[in-house]
């Protein structure tokens, strides 16, 4: 498949190169159209890692990931445009966090997500809330921790929630997928991350995740 | 031991009950003096099980539950008087929830918690939160879950926490108890909340928890 990715940090790199490695072709976009951290992955990853603008990688995607900073997402998404992105999934994993204070704070939160906020900036698209919930090695190779644990998919689209489902169990080896609902959902996966941030400092590691039980 | 528990919802009910069963002396407060709830949760339990006023509950206590509907806590604590409280460990297990829509939202979050707000308005009074991110049922029978789960506990005083740990093991079983830090982080548990229903109605049951999984 053909994948594009926004943004040439931690994450899209992580995930960028697991969808390579698996025989994907994907291009990742950044504002610039030779951003150096994405030519350097490239040049690393061999001919099947391409680079580009953000229009570009979502253009070149049959699914997009955004990956870009939770504060810089839609400027980026409208800098890949509409027209790139309609009809497409957009598998949206940034969270609204300012990072100015040693204690984490959300842009948006409660009343509205930033996953709210995309799918009302791109109608056309299909947004697909995941992911978020956890830091990028966890996100490719969930067998690393020691037990099963969740993740979450949220959004309107029925059918763009099953099949990004699909692809998680498929390209990243996770087995228990939580369908939460509707986009309106991503507020629940956004604030956690103020827990999750919490929980990283008790067990002083990135490598952790949540595994939901019940009777 | 002497235990104040204001509120006569069913978390108070639940939690007052257990440890009348304990063995210990249980005085439930409400607005009223004889608030019905509580007249008949006293009358069902025998001689250990009291009823009073807030203030009477609070005065009546060595450690006080605070088991009041988020959105009546600070009012019902003011009741219970601060001379009251001063000195003694308060543990807050309300959520700062506004109902009133279908889609729950907090009515402070964020950048402050309502348990900021009770350690702010009572300064000589140890605030621990926790037990807020769990249903009554689990809160008291952690046993009853097929695995395991984690609890949090968020306050100033590391002693009160470690008390309060200790407590939570003898009283109710918990073996999982995970200090988050400070009171400032009882805003990841009540942001928390919003997941939590989110995984509830996905479950279909109100008897689940969360265990951290980590390397």
Request: with cysteine.
């Amino acid at each position: 498949m053909r994948i594009g990715i926004l943004g040439t940090g931690l994450v899209g790199q992580t995930i960028g190169s697991k969808l390579v490695q698996g025989g994907h072709e994907v291009m990742m976009g950044s504002r610039d159209e030779a951003n150096p951290k994405a030519v350097a992955w490239a040049k690393d990853l061999g001919h099947n890692a391409l680079f580009g603008t953000f229009a570009n990688a979502a253009a070149f995607g049959e699914i997009i990931f955004n990956c870009i900073l939770g504060s810089a997402s839609l400027a980026g998404l409208r800098q890949a445009g509409a027209e790139n992105l309609k009809g497409k999934i957009l598998i949206d994993l940034s969270n609204p966090l300012d990072y100015t204070e040693d204690t984490w704070a959300l842009t948006v939160c409660n009343t509205d997500s930033l996953g709210e906020q995309i799918q009302r900036a791109f109608p056309d698209t299909k947004v697909v809330k995941t992911l978020n919930t956890i830091n990028c090695n966890v996100m490719v190779a969930p067998e690393k921790l020691p037990e099963r644990t969740n993740i979450f998919v949220s959004g309107n689209s029925a059918e763009a929630k099953a099949i990004v489902s699909s692809l998680l169990r498929d390209w990243f080896g996770w087995k228990l997928i939580m369908d939460l609902g509707d986009i309106t959902s991503s507020r629940a996966v956004e604030m956690y991350v103020l827990l999750w941030r919490r929980l990283r400092k008790a067990v002083s590691s990135h490598r952790l995740n949540i595994k939901v039980v019940t009777e």
